[in-house]
């Protein structure tokens, strides 16, 4: 039996119902969701306007979108930040406007910072990077990163890599980046994987690796095998 996963916005209310079908939703639609609406379909209906591209000094980041009030994005109810540009090809990605290298708008880190912090008095629990490949930018990444565990935020990070191959790759940042990270969603979208994925993922095979530090410990111990 395919699973729907129901998550409820606490500060609104909403329900949003992953996993859903056209013919699900006729089937639920009268008593059960009296008022449905679109909320999102992997990715949010609505974004704020990006600030203007930054002619400031410092790291940058190509950014696709900023949005708000997330509640599939990791726990609780999330600032999101979608990253420009990746390259792994998933068949059946949400998101293809994200692949290419030039699209979205070249930011400074702080301005990227300055808007996700900027909720306009809507609760938060976190903030939530995804792609796009976060890990394309391993520079404005950690910087970005850096900035928002000062402000002492809660960080999710989704890649199409999996951990174990972030955890080879020999950038310094890549590796700072995953110590400063709470919760890593990992591994690519797999479509024949999608149905009953649950929260937070897009498909069975992605991880929830909540103990990243650990874990990337183990992994680059020299004599791991
Ligand atoms: S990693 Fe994400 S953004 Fe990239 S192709 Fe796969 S699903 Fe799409």
């Known amino acids: 039996m395919r699973e729907l996963t129901w998550i409820v916005d606490p500060a609104t209310g909403d ?10 939703l006729s089937a639920l639609a009268g008593d059960l969701l009296p008022a449905s609406r679109d909320l999102n379909c992997a990715r949010p209906l609505t974004t704020v306007p990006l600030p203007i591209a930054s002619q400031a000094h410092g790291p940058v980041l190509r950014v696709a979108s900023l949005y708000h009030g997330s509640v599939v994005d990791g726990p609780g109810r999330r600032s999101v930040c979608q990253l420009q540009h990746c390259t792994h090809a998933c068949i059946g990605c949400y998101v293809p406007q994200t692949h290419s290298p030039d699209g979205g708008v070249l930011l400074g880190v702080d ?40 402000h002492g935020l809660h960080i999710v990070v989704y890649t199409g890599y999996t951990l174990e191959a972030l955890a080879r790759r020999p950038e310094p940042e890549i ?51």
Do not use: C, Y
Not at 15 to 24: C, F, H, I
Not at 206 to 214: E, F, G, H, L, T
């Open 15 to 24: 329900v949003v119902v992953e996993g859903l079908t056209t013919e699900d």
């Open 111 to 150: 301005d990227v910072v300055a808007a996700l912090l900027d909720t306009a008095g809507e609760p938060r629990d976190g903030v939530s990077i995804t792609g796009g490949e976060p890990f394309l930018q391993p520079t404005g990444l950690l910087a970005l990163l850096q900035r928002l565990k000062m």
């Open 175 to 225: 590796a700072e980046a995953l110590h400063l990270t709470d919760i890593l969603v990992d591994g690519p979208f797999v479509a024949r994987l999608a149905d009953d994925a649950g929260e937070w993922r897009g498909s069975r095979n992605q991880r929830i690796v909540s103990d990243v530090r650990r874990v990337v410990d183990v992994l680059t111990t020299p004599h791991f095998t």
